[in-house]
């Protein structure tokens, strides 16, 4: 078959998202010179393009995203339906000419975008369902995103050939929220990224320095979005402070969503500024270097059902603490230990654990990098493959494009 690959363009500075898409491709460029189907990355946007042509997948740019974000918007609300037709087939975001010119026979959409339906069949990646699971948090409701969120999955999953779900709790949050046959449900969980399985040194930065860092410090690379509960960490450092004397600093590396000054200010009315330190975008070295040199990675977000950084750091020998959401056990296995991300100071104690005991983070270090090496990018795109190859039996019952 012909397939094409939906891929939004983004920048490096965007985080686990171009992370994953150029591992993925990485891997889908290895096996595609193997396999029998021609790919089509089809591109959108003014970010980068994570690699180049070969014989088995050809690149093919589409353009600015506004016009057709537009239409997407327009496309699921209560417009006529003769309108709502004219608008898919004139300005959808894969035009129809494109996949013509092409003879795409499927389309892939690895990143979890949501959009109105195709005239080919498709597969759609979920990556969480947290509009209807915890609605009240701002970045999933406001300005209209709840409504404009839940009418995208509602038409764009239950036209889908298949939707890819993380795990068995994504599983069964697509069953219960859009009414997809399990039949139609294929589980591929996220893979270890192999550029942090292929690190076999010990790196160097000055970051710590740059920042007036002082050790030990944990770790939490998460945009600055109040989902990512980055205030957990400031109440447990400051718990542990009070409570111990125990002075634990606190790095927050990602991009500020609107949070920031709210993390700092209560930084500085619990008399903890100088321990809680915002990186802004960290290159990849400096990751590395913070995942093999912290105390561990603190992961309290509120969101799942899977997570990229407790991945990245297995991988590095970085001990993972992790909020117990949906699904959490099934991703990290007995490689992370978990904790109520309301309770502030059950992390504080565990923080406290980790300083004082060396064999608990040896056996979190063993564990998670045995937990990195189950799953990786190969895994996935073998698997993604044979998605395909089933298809590719029943796209013979009716003519090519």
Known sequence: MNIGIYLKLVKPESGGGFTYVDELLAALSKSAAHDSHTFYLLCQGDGVIPLRETRSIKIVKMG???????VAVLSVTHLGQDLQLLLNKKFSMIPPRVLKAHHIDMVW??????????NVPYIATVWDSQH????????VSSGGQWLLRQRHADVFLRQAA??????????????RFYGISPDRIRMLS???????????EKVQSDILAQHSVSMPAVFYPAQLWPHKNQQLLVRAVHFLKIQYEVRISVLLAGSDKGNRAHIEALAHELGVSDQVHCLGFVSRNDLVFLYQNVLALAFPTYFGPENFPP????????????SNVHGAHEQYEDAAILFDPKDHRQLGELLKTL???????????????????????DDYIRA??????????????????
């Open 109 to 118: 959409f690895p990143t979890g975008d949501l959009f109105g339906p195709l």
């Open 132 to 139: 209807r699971t915890q609605p009240w948090f701002p970045e």
């Open 190 to 200: 996220q893979p270890t990224p192999q550029n942090m399985l292929d690190v076999t």
């Open 162 to 175: 298949y939707v890819l779900a993380a795990n068995d709790a994504s599983k069964e949050e697509i069953e």
């Open 311 to 322: 991945l990245e750091a297995f991988a590095l020998g970085c001990p993972v603490l992790a």
């Open 355 to 377: 300083v004082e005991d060396d064999a608990l983070r040896n056996d979190l270090i063993a564990k998670g990098k045995k937990r990195a090496l189950k799953w990786t990018n």
């Open 64 to 70: 600015s995203l506004f016009l057709r974000r537009l």
């Open 384 to 401: 993604m493959l044979s998605i395909f190859d089933e298809f590719a039996c029943i796209r013979n019952c009716w003519p090519r494009l």
